[in-house]
């Protein structure tokens, strides 16, 4: 593929648009993607025909990270407040969702990612302070950060849904090095806090055959099971992982040793 091909297979742009709530449908796993704004007014979740269901949630769940103001996702009639870096997972069932941000001037970013479900898990939050915080890497190799997982086998429960973020430390660059793969989940990245002139260079395809795109803030890319999935900045930011495939372990993953990139 040449680079627009790329981009028109993998790269989701414009998702966070004020006053808009935009999805879209990966065949990898049948997971959904989206992002809502809600800078003037609520937004709805509405159904789609594509989903030949009564409703979005009747056979899926729903991890919601906001990355914006103070937020509220109401969902049946129940409010959540979201601070920036909280998560709130929706359970198979859930009918009707809305978002609103408590302030015009700092809307709330939601970030969004459902995948098929075939059990109920009750709607949960998560503080980033629950979710485990872990610090890898080191300045030397410019990939300090740190690992905030809410949706997992050990976290938040889900059908397949995994869900979590990264935050870069100043000064390093890289993440998700060394790489990897799973041929059993795809996976899709979402970076967020990129400074507006900068970019981030996001790297997929076989280990033995890379490719790169070159994304803006608040964009998402979609990770094919047997695609790697690392990226290096021009400054630091974070960025959300999420998961949906055979299993809910974390560390489950296929090394693809620096050294033997091509």
């Known amino acids: 593929m040449d680079t627009q091909k790329l981009i028109d297979n993998f790269l989701i742009k414009d998702l966070m648009v004020p006053d808009q709530l935009k999805l879209v449908y990966s065949h990898y796993d049948r997971v959904i993607i989206g992002g809502a704004v809600p800078a003037s007014k609520a937004l709805t979740l509405g159904n789609h025909p594509e989903l030949r269901a009564d409703y979005f949630l009747e056979r899926r769940e729903m991890g919601i990270i906001n990355v914006g103001g103070k937020g509220t996702v ?36 939601f970030y969004i990612l459902s995948a098929p479900a075939h059990a109920i898990h009750p709607n ?19 990939n300090k950060r740190t690992v905030y997982k809410y949706i997992h086998l050990d976290g ?10 990264t935050i870069l430390a100043q000064g390093s660059v890289w993440n998700s090095v ?18 507006q002139d900068q970019r981030l260079f996001h790297f997929m395809g076989n280990p033995a055959e890379s490719r790169h795109l070159v994304m803006e803030n608040n964009e998402a890319v979609i990770s094919a099971p047997w695609s790697t999935h ?11 992982w999420g998961m949906a495939g055979e299993n809910l372990v974390y560390s489950d993953m296929d090394p693809a040793p620096v050294n033997t990139l091509k």
Do not use: W
């Open 74 to 109: 109401t969902a049946d009639g129940k409010k959540f407040d979201l601070e920036k870096l909280s998560c709130l997972y929706l359970g198979k069932g859930t009918k009707k969702v809305s978002f609103a941000s408590a302030s015009k001037k700092a809307p709330a970013i």
């Open 156 to 165: 938040i429960k889900s059908c397949q849904l995994v869900m979590g973020l």
């Open 178 to 195: 060394p790489p990897h793969t799973h041929t059993r989940r795809m996976e899709a990245y979402f970076y967020f806090d990129l400074p």
């Open 230 to 240: 690392f990226g290096c900045g021009t400054a630091n930011y974070g960025f959300i």
């Open 124 to 142: 949960t939050v998560f503080t980033k302070e629950q979710a485990s915080p872990v610090d890898l890497g080191a300045a030397e190799t410019s």
